[in-house]
Structure formats: C-alpha cells, structure tokens
C-alpha cells in the first residue's frame, strides 16, 4: 500500500511563511508527477503547484512569485515553501502523487489526508 503523508500546516499571520512536507511511503515502485492542491471552504479543489520527475514545475496564477515547490527523488518527498501568505491562502493543502507500485503495473494517482493552512492576524 502507498500512502502520502503531509506536515507542516498551521496558523500564521498575513505576510509569514510555511513550509509544507509530503512523504510518500510504502510500496513503490516509480513516482512520476507530484504536485500540491488546496481547497477552501465552499471552493473546489485547485492545482497550487506541480512538479515532474525531472524537475519542471508549474504553479497557479495565484501563487507565482510567493510558492516554491520542489522534490527528492531520492527520499519520496516533496515540499512547498510558501512565503508572503495572503488570508486568502486559506485552505486545506493536500499532497497528490502519480505512482507505479509495481514494474508491471500501471500510474495511479494517490493523495494525502491534507493539512489546514490558516492565514490570519
């Protein structure tokens, strides 16, 4: 079984920083696209930014400038470094992973449990 683990989230004031943490972990295989959503009350789930295998990334309008993500390869982690919060950042961030788990078998996409990012003076 694969499970993604997320840490990091909590309360900070207009202008802070967080840095958000995923591990995957389990039975693995290969990882290929990782990537970090939010959702917000009311909202539907949105795209904060992605990351491939290689490196490349991409990142929404929204968030440009103030987020970065990044990955080891190496450890099945991923991060988001998330500078210069807004109140409107507001929401539950959830880790999502496309892996294989096996040579034969074929990508699933899995996701984490999320974790509150509340941004608040």
């Known amino acids: 079984q694969v499970q993604l683990v997320e840490s990091g989230g909590g309360l900070v004031q207009p202008g802070g920083s967080l840095r958000l943490s995923c591990a995957a972990s389990?039975?693995?295989?290969?990882?290929?696209?990782m990537g970090w959503y939010r959702q917000a009350p009311g909202k539907q789930r949105e795209l904060v930014a992605g990351?491939?295998?290689?490196?490349?990334?991409n990142y929404a309008d929204s968030v440009k400038g103030r987020f970065t993500i990044s990955r080891d390869n190496a450890k099945n982690t991923m991060l988001l470094q998330m500078n210069s919060l807004r109140p409107e950042d507001t929401a539950v961030y959830f880790c999502?992973?496309?892996?294989?788990?096996?040579?034969?078998?074929?990508?699933?996409?899995?996701w984490g449990q999320g974790t509150q990012v509340t941004v608040s003076s």
């Open positions: 990351i491939t295998s290689g490196g490349s990334t």
């Open positions: 999502n992973a496309v892996i294989k788990v096996d040579q034969n078998g074929a990508f699933r996409r899995y």
């Open positions: 389990g039975s693995i295989f290969s990882i290929n696209a």
